[in-house]
């Protein structure tokens, strides 16, 4: 389709007319691990799993350029971060971590048992994990609302010590605006480690972190791969890369509003996919002009424009019904419906990490304001993944209890069964009660 791209959007024209290999290119977003991003982890990580703590010290001074006096930032400097806030920027996380907090508490889950048949009962309970690690980006990256994504449904599901890591500074302490959130959402604990480091430190354990049961959290490339690696050791919310949006207009659709959106996400990461959907030519022309009159006022313009001219679209469909089996392939982290009846297109959606319900419901708000939980699986892997929520922060234990008169009932078949796969001892436990 190059004969249809503009001089930012890299695919314009008609759904039906991307070629297979430019298909290929929206619909398969992840990639697979860069090698040598993958071998550079995969020592960072035998460091760290080796040496502990010093090798914690040794990484804060080849990276972050700086001389650690300890890894574990007293709460103290959280809570006086958290004093220093900027009034408004405290207001607004404040209400972001209460909204936060309504919208988890409402998933909080139940025990349950069942009799499969009379006298076998078999149940299950959810159990708030020991100890979580949410990693917060730093650097250039900086993103309080990420802690309290991580940090609030962790504390409403009872886990029982959540810890926070993030880079350094020059001061040897996290970016103030993190340490504030750790402090508002109530972490338990707070260290000044960041990238590969961080998450083996959390994975493994060293004499100052402890091994927690789950990492959650968003990160670079680095990141990442550490998290890859170290499942086996320690569970992952899901794998993630960069932020994505797909967008499914009709005519109702403001193309500036759409357009609004599709930069939004652009300006996270040149890697960024933004991509429309629109039905009828004369609409996706539109929202393309509205995108390339947008993109050249946008403050982060170098970035947006790197993101928009690799994988960002704007394509014309001739109905909805043409858009939904593209939208179910494309899997998107964000999913905005602006349409004229998004409550009931809703029902056609079948993967996307979470759904926005018309123009006026901006991924912005869902990002820092709304409550619904902001980690989400990009890269198509909402076709299985879900975003962060608060069964992650749970495991289940099971059990079962078989009466005396069902014990009987069963002993038999279940004989039957271990004998079929040569199990023998299988089938002498179980006839041993086949008379009451």
Not at 142 to 149: D, E, G, K, T
Not at 157 to 180: F, Q, R, T, W, Y
Not at 181 to 210: C, Q
Request: glycine residues 8%.
């Amino acid at each position: 389709m190059d004969s249809l791209c503009t001089s930012i959007l890299r695919y314009r024209g008609p759904l039906s007319a991307l070629s297979r290999e430019d298909r290929r290119r929206l619909l398969n977003r992840g990639g697979g691990s860069d090698a040598r991003v993958a071998s550079r982890v995969s020592e960072l990580i035998a460091r760290v799993r080796d040496d502990g703590d010093r090798a914690l010290f040794e990484l804060a001074r080849q990276f972050d350029r700086v001389e650690l006096k300890s890894l574990e930032v007293p709460l103290e400097r959280c809570h006086a971060a958290l004093a220093s806030l900027e009034p408004s920027v405290r207001e607004a996380l404040t209400r972001a971590a209460r909204n936060i907090a309504r919208a988890h508490e409402a998933q909080r889950p139940g025990a349950v048992e069942v009799e499969t048949e009379p006298g076998v009962w078999v149940g299950r309970r959810p159990d708030p994990l020991g100890r979580v690690g949410v990693y917060a980006p730093g650097g250039r990256a900086v993103y309080p609302s990420s802690v309290l994504m991580g940090v609030v449904p962790a504390k409403v599901a009872g886990v029982g010590e959540v810890i926070v890591c993030s880079p350094p500074g020059p001061d040897g302490l996290p970016h103030a605006s993190v340490m504030a959130a750790a402090a508002l959402a109530g972490a338990d604990r707070v260290f000044a480690l960041g990238g590969a480091g961080a998450v083996a430190a959390l994975a493994y354990g060293t004499e100052s972190v402890p091994r927690v049961d789950r990492i959650v959290g968003p990160g670079n490339a680095y990141v990442a791969e550490a998290k890859l690696q170290v499942v086996g050791a320690v569970a992952i919310e899901a794998p993630a890369g960069p932020s994505e949006i797909l967008v499914i207009a009709d005519v109702n659709a403001s193309p500036d509003a759409v357009a609004r959106e599709m930069l939004a996400q652009a300006e996270h990461d040149p890697e960024a996919a933004c991509v429309t959907l629109a039905v009828g030519e004369v609409l996706a022309d539109a929202i393309a002009r509205s995108v390339e009159r947008l993109a050249h006022e946008a403050k982060r313009w170098e970035i947006v424009t790197s993101a928009l001219g690799s994988r960002g679209a704007v394509l014309s469909v001739q109905s909805l019904e043409e858009a939904w089996p593209f939208a179910a392939d494309f899997a998107p982290e964000h999913l905005l419906l602006a349409t004229a009846s998004p409550q009931d297109d809703l029902a056609r959606v079948r993967n996307a990490g979470t759904v926005f319900l018309g123009e006026r419901s901006s991924v912005a708000y869902g990002d820092y304001m709304t409550g619904s939980n902001h980690v989400l699986p990009t890269a198509g892997l909402a076709r299985a993944y879900s975003g962060l929520n608060l069964l992650d922060f749970y495991r289940w234990t099971t059990w079962q209890r078989v009466e005396a008169p069902a014990a009987a009932a069963l002993a038999e078949d279940v004989g039957v069964l271990a004998d079929s796969e040569g199990l023998f001892a299988h089938a002498d436990a179980a006839r041993a009660w086949r008379r009451p």
